[in-house]
């Protein structure tokens, strides 16, 4: 059993930036795979980011790259999304995920695959 505790988010200006954090429990985080998906008002969830157990690979859906950055730290029990240069389009409640799953094609972006997630955190850009 794993629980995801996230914070950060809140609201910004078109521009600016803010940092997620997602705290795992448990003593095994490092054996997952973590990922951060969001979901704007009236639109399905989507993949954002997702960085591999070690944090050696990264994966972006292609509208965030070069603004966001996915990381972690295992000795923490902690994943970071770091947001720079922040769009009203970024507006959603964000989520952290686990999984375990990577050996499916294209895992990082299949939400079904992540089997626990964080409780969501709302990111509002103002324009």
């Known amino acids: 059993q794993v629980q995801l505790v996230q914070s950060g988010g809140g609201l910004v200006q078109a521009g600016g930036s803010l940092k997620l954090s997602c705290a795992a429990s448990?003593?095994?985080?490092?054996?997952?795979?973590m990922g951060w998906f969001r979901q704007a008002p009236g639109k399905e969830r989507e993949f954002v980011a997702a960085?591999?157990?070690?944090?050696?690979?990264?994966y972006y859906t292609d509208s965030v790259k070069g603004r966001l950055t996915i990381s972690r730290d295992n000795a923490k029990n902690t994943a970071y999304l770091q947001m720079n240069s922040l769009k009203p389009e970024d507006t959603a409640v964000y989520y952290c995920?686990?999984?375990?799953?990577?050996?499916?094609?294209?895992?990082?972006?299949?939400?079904?695959?992540?089997?626990?997630w964080g409780q969501g955190t709302q990111v509002t850009v103002s324009s």
């Open positions: 960085i591999s157990r070690s944090g050696g690979n990264t």
């Open positions: 995920a686990t999984t375990g799953r990577t050996t499916y094609s294209s895992w990082w972006t299949k939400d079904y695959l992540y089997d626990y």
């Open positions: 448990g003593r095994t985080f490092s054996s997952y795979a």
